[in-house]
């Protein structure tokens, strides 16, 4: 079972959930550079910094046991927020993108619920599993090819979309296969 057990678990402020804070202001700063300055290849540079600043604040919340419930939540919010709007800014000019789009949602609003009942029937905040945070790194990689390349190749194009979306898709199933298990083993 997963379970923070160190002094930060009841904890709001804490390092890595201002960092991830700090991403959820990066967001109109980012919408700001892709549709006011149009300049993609600053934007994309943004959501690298961005993955960097996720990527810091998972280390240093494991590293120095500041797992909190709240950055359970905090950090996947901040991801997903980040990736919808990209995702959505991007699909402005590649259409197939909002395949990407409709899918997170979906994955998102299961997690939501199903994450919710665990709580309630478990008392426990699950946290991020290996393969959600595989389909972010392949989302952004996706967002910044884009990105950095906007007349990319349209093979290309839809190749590194549709790996996006089985990525999603893949971590859906995984996330559903573990939430029922919890929620199965508490019955």
């Known amino acids: 079972m997963d379970t923070a ?10 390092i890595p959930n201002i960092l991830s804070l700090f991403r959820f202001c990066l967001i109109p700063v980012i919408i700001w550079i892709y549709l006011g300055l149009e300049n993609y ?3 994309g540079f943004m959501i690298l910094f961005s ?4 990527i810091v604040d998972g280390y240093i919340a494991r590293k120095f046991d500041m797992i909190s419930d709240v950055g359970k939540v905090l950090d996947p919010i901040a991801d997903k927020s980040t990736q919808g709007v990209v995702v959505l800014l991007l699909a402005t000019k590649f259409p197939l ?5 409709a899918l997170i949602l979906i994955k998102e609003v ?4 199903s994450g919710y009942m665990v709580v309630k029937k478990c008392n426990i905040v699950l946290a991020a599993e290996w393969y959600g945070k595989l389909s972010t790194v392949i989302i952004t ?6 990105l950095f390349w906007p007349e ?3 093979i290309l ?4 979309i549709i790996i996006s979306a089985l990525s999603v898709l893949g971590a859906l199933v995984l996330y559903a296969i573990r939430n029922f298990g919890y929620l199965n083993s508490a019955k």
């Open 5 to 14: 057990a160190g002094k930060y678990k009841d904890k709001i402020i804490t």
């Open 41 to 43: 290849i600053l934007a």
């Open 51 to 54: 993955g960097f600043t996720d």
């Open 97 to 101: 993108i909002l395949v990407v789009a």
């Open 110 to 113: 299961f997690m939501a619920i």
């Open 141 to 146: 990689a996706m967002m910044v090819l884009h």
């Open 152 to 154: 990319l190749n349209p």
């Open 157 to 160: 194009s839809n190749i590194s």
